[in-house]
């Protein structure tokens, strides 16, 4: 059935007040596989307080509205959206401990008739103290079976092109099979990602990681290969979803280097080098 276009057009989202600690930030990291070494001094930075700094893709799970999409009134089949894109701007490096506030809205919904459509939000992480915005978060999410309500078929935004050349660096990142587990306790509780069950149930063999979790190994390839670790450096970080990872496999990140800019993408050397994430894009500074 369409969504209820009339209903997501007047959507209202409430501001969302998110106190974070330092424990979170570290969790958040661990998540992640920071500290996978724990004589690399330059991932330590991001699980140990003496020196603490926050991930930059931690902003993904600041201020976030919830699982929405399951109320009723937006018409939604909830159980079929899947995560499209995920965008992330940066205007200043996260606190590693504070409040923010979580301002999300509906920017528009682009209508694929029975393909479905697809929905773009976008939620500002501003500092509550300092009313300054810190971070900007933008993704889409392909609603099956959705689409058909007489709206527009709308442009996404123009993905990275990858150049057509070896690439510049090849950082390979191991998870652990319990690392869904860890990823999960920064927010993101979906059964998917912890109930053999309810993996089975949706066509998997196993629970997957969580699309988010592969979002910020990406981070951590950027910063390792290009930023020395140094988070102040990675200001924007951008990728189109291609298939999940499952907890224990690798991920290899294949990067190309221009400039302050980067192009990436990611695959699993497990599975014949299946592609993960596409059309990555990382700014730099």
Same mark, same amino acid.
């Given at each position: ?50 020196? #603490?700094? +926050?991930? *930059?893709?931690? !902003?993904?799970?600041? =201020?976030?509205?919830?699982?929405? %999409?399951?109320?009723?009134? @937006? ?116 059964? #998917?990602? +912890?109930? *053999?069950?309810? !993996?089975?149930?949706? =066509?998997?063999?196993?629970?997957? %990681?969580?699309?988010?979790? @592969? ?71």
């Amino acid at each position: 059935m369409p969504l209820n276009i009339d209903a997501l057009n007047a959507w209202v989202f409430e501001d969302i007040e998110h106190t974070y600690t330092a424990r979170d930030t570290m969790l958040y990291a661990l998540g992640l596989g920071f500290g996978e070494d724990p004589l690399d001094e330059s991932e330590l930075a991001y699980v140990y307080e003496d020196g #603490l700094q +926050a991930a *930059p893709s931690m !902003a993904v799970v600041l =201020g976030y509205p919830g699982f929405w %999409l399951k109320d009723p009134k @937006t018409g939604i089949t909830w159980q079929k959206v899947l995560h499209g894109e995920q965008w992330l701007d940066i205007y200043k490096p996260l606190p590693v401990a504070g409040k923010v506030i979580g301002r999300t809205r509906i920017d528009k919904i682009s209508d694929k008739g029975d393909k479905g459509a697809v929905m773009y939000l976008s939620r500002d992480i501003i500092d509550a103290a300092s009313g300054e915005t810190l971070a900007k978060v933008s993704m889409s999410t392909f609603c099956r079976g959705d689409g058909g309500f007489g709206g527009e078929n709308l442009a996404g935004p123009t993905p990275a092109i990858l150049p057509d050349r070896a690439p510049d660096h090849v950082c390979d990142l191991t998870t652990l099979p319990r690392q869904a587990l860890i990823y999960r306790l920064s927010g993101d509780y979906n059964p #998917l990602h +912890a109930d *053999p069950k309810v !993996a089975q149930a949706a =066509g998997f063999a196993q629970p997957i %990681l969580h699309g988010l979790a @592969t979002y910020g190994l990406a981070g951590r390839a950027i910063l390792r290969s290009l930023c020395d670790n140094d988070a102040a450096r990675l200001t924007g970080l951008d990728v189109r979803f291609s298939a999940p990872v499952y907890p224990g496999e690798t991920v290899r990140f294949e990067i190309w280097q221009d400039g302050a800019e980067a192009r990436f993408r990611a695959s699993v050397p497990e599975r014949d080098n299946l592609l993960v994430l596409n059309n990555g894009a990382a700014r730099l500074t």
